[in-house]
Structure formats: structure tokens, C-alpha cells
């Protein structure tokens, strides 16, 4: 497996308060890794600094051999790191098929008076996405309510269409920032299977910033905790579980 995504010496401040410090991780070829810690550790400020929201005070992110490092969102998604978001972003007044078109259209080579005067490449290169996105959809079961406004389908739906509409971006690197948030035991469970279908089926990394450490232990070959904006431990599940200062960030005792 080859080194995907490299953070070295990676710091972001707001003003006096340093929200992330010297957050150090590496993610190879296939990996499942977890991100983990309590409330307000810095997690969401690490991956908005991994997808260009945030440009980092200091530091620097190395992914497939590129330095991205201060580069815009779009671009970032561009090169391969597509993401999800704690709370869902879909286009609630489009269709299910629309919020996936979108993100195929990425990577469409058609220009843009093409596009308006609906001339040249740009029939081709749409039906091409529209196969694509339809074909996504029956693979995510959601191809049934491909013309549903997406404000309409239910919670776990949702989840599963925003994960659908990062994969159109055709990723090497997929954030997940808490899937499993608002699901019920079963939407759980079936996250669980999807997640290591997503690897094994699309061929790329995962990274999930998740709280249901059930989740997290089963489906993680690696786990970083992160702890007031620091790596406190990394390490398999095993040796997360079973570290004390693991415990006595969670819990507050070493008992």
C-alpha cells in the first residue's frame, strides 16, 4: 500500500485559541481510519483544514504526492478528497438524481457555452453523467426515488445519498463526518456493511470522525484521538480501547 495523505507539524489558531496543534497523520491505500475524541477536540477544524475551509497557521498536507496545502475546497475535491458533513448539505429543493448529477459534472469536459447553448460535447458527456448517477443511485437503493426532492427522503436516506453524491466525485480519499449521527440501531449496522462496501468496491481511503465507538472499533484498522487540538494516542482498536490516557479523556479517571 502506498502513502495517500500526510500531515506534518499542521496547527490552526482563531485569534488566541489553538484549535488544532501539530496534527500529525498519515493515511495509506485502502485504509478504514478513525478520528476520534471528545466534544470540541478539533476534529471538524482537522478535516476543514484536510479540504481547504480552513488554511492552516502552520503546517503542511501532502496527498498522493501533491502538496495541497492552501488550496480551495473545489480544487482539493478536484484532486481526489471528497467529504461529508456532520450536519447534511444536500440541495434539499433538487431531486435525488439532480444531487448527484452535480457532482459528476466535476469532472464533464464540455465548456461552458456548450453548456448554455447545449451544442457539441454537452449531450454526450450529460447522458453519460445521467447513466452514471442513475447507476450510483441503484448501488446506494435510492434509484426509485431518483425524481424525490431530496428534503423529502428520511434521515438515513439522506445520509446515504450525501455519501453517494461524494463518491460522483470519483474520490481517492472519503471523509466521513459523524455518518452515524441521528441513525437508529439498524441504520447503524447497515452504515457499518455500507462503509466497508464503499472501500472494497471503489477502491479508496476512508477517514470518519464518529462518536458511536461501536462503529468506530468494528470498521477502523487504525484509530487517531485527538484531545484539546493534539494527537493524545494512535493506534489499532485494541490498543485505543485499552489505553489510559484513552480512557481518562473519555471518562475523566484512569479507573
Known sequence: MGRLLETSDLSKSFGGIKAVQ???IHIDEGEVIGLIGPNGAGK????NLLTGVYTPTTGKILFDGKDITGRKPYQITALGIARTFQNIRLFGELSVLENVKIAFTLHASYSFPEAILRLGRYGREEQIIDDRARELLAA???DSLADEQAKNLPYGQQRRLE???A????PKLLLLDEPAAGMNPQE????????????DTYHLSILLIEHDMALVMKICERIYVLDYGKILAEGNPDEIRNNSA??????????
Open 188 to 199: 447503524t449496522k447497515e452504515l457499518t456493511e455500507m462503509i466497508r462496501w464503499i472501500r
Open 163 to 165: 455519501i453517494a453524491r
Open 44 to 47: 471538524t477544524t482537522a478535516f
Open 246 to 255: 484513552v480512557i481518562k479523556a473519555y471518562l475523566g479517571t484512569e479507573g
Open 22 to 24: 501539530n496534527f500529525l
Open 140 to 142: 446506494f437503493k435510492l
Open 167 to 170: 463518491l460522483a466525485t470519483r
